[in-house]
């Protein structure tokens, strides 16, 4: 029979401490999209000739978004007002699944993109944000051709 040093299920103490790491640290934006949490939601992917990134963030103001990016990430952030009923002795609330207040996302991007290049429209409540890859990155077939 073999014996370990640890006493239990190592994994399972590790899930464990993790979950509770997580919990007392309060909600967090990952870089490189390792989470599955956050406002506003995202979907990342990539082309051969762009980075394209999607924002799910209904009932905001375009205005109230702000995009940008410092050193290869990029940025959303802002502020989502709550339409609550303000505090009134006859009001209640039952459920608020809503999230409201500041907001804060963050994508690291390739080496390849050009920050210059990046633009954004948001449209039905999704923020399109598309970033093109430099030229210079770009895959090119060389002519060979015949020497005299």
Known sequence: MYRTLFAGDLFADLA?????LL???GPTTPLRGIGRSGFPALNVGTTPTSVEIYAFAPGLDPASIDVSI???VLTLSGERGSELPQADAKAATHINERISGTYRRAI????????ESASAAY???VLHVSIQ???ASMPR???ITEKS
């Open 23 to 25: 919990r007392h640290a």
């Open 141 to 143: 077939r060389v002519e």
């Open 108 to 115: 690291s991007l390739p080496d390849d993109i050009d920050p």
């Open 16 to 20: 464990r401490l993790q979950h509770q």
């Open 133 to 135: 890859r430099r030229a």
């Open 123 to 125: 449209k039905d409540g």
């Open 70 to 72: 410092e050193r290869g």
